[in-house]
């Protein structure tokens, strides 16, 4: 598979709601990094795939997931590195904020997996909608 094949697979998965389905999409050793606060359990550093469906499933439980808005505006690809730009909107589940924001992800694809997966997005703007 290409690059952009795994990738838009990853982002099919994860349209479908199956935070299990999406694990094989991920080597068994990766790079995932989710900026923000320790108080927000999803945030941080994953080394092994099999977290991942333990990252979506906690964020699902933080957020209104009927509610949530994913757009992907562009999909650039470099060999084994891709850059999704878009915006996403989430309502948090606890204070019932909406927050929406500009994100970037960049992906490295190695053997028709993904090694690496770093979110950019605004960190203070998603610690505000969940604090008082």
Do not use: C
């Not at 479908?16 to 990766?30: E, L, Q």
Request: proline share 5%; net charge negative.
């Amino acid at each position: 598979m290409t690059t952009r094949e795994v990738v838009e697979r990853f982002f099919g998965l994860l349209g479908a709601g199956d935070p299990d389905a999406v694990v094989p999409v991920f080597a068994d050793d990766i790079d995932w990094y989710v900026p923000g606060s320790p108080s927000l359990p999803w945030t941080g550093h994953r080394s092994k795939g099999a977290e991942v469906a333990d990252y979506l499933r906690t964020l699902g439980n933080n957020i209104i997931p009927e509610r949530n808005v994913d757009q992907v505006d562009a999909l650039l690809i470099d060999g084994e590195h891709a850059v999704m730009l878009g915006r996403f909107t989430r309502v948090a589940k606890s204070a019932g904020r909406t927050y929406d924001m500009p994100v970037a992800m960049h992906f490295r694809v190695e053997s028709d997996r993904i090694v690496q997966l770093h979110l950019y997005e605004d960190t203070l703007k998603v610690f505000q909608a969940y604090t008082d």
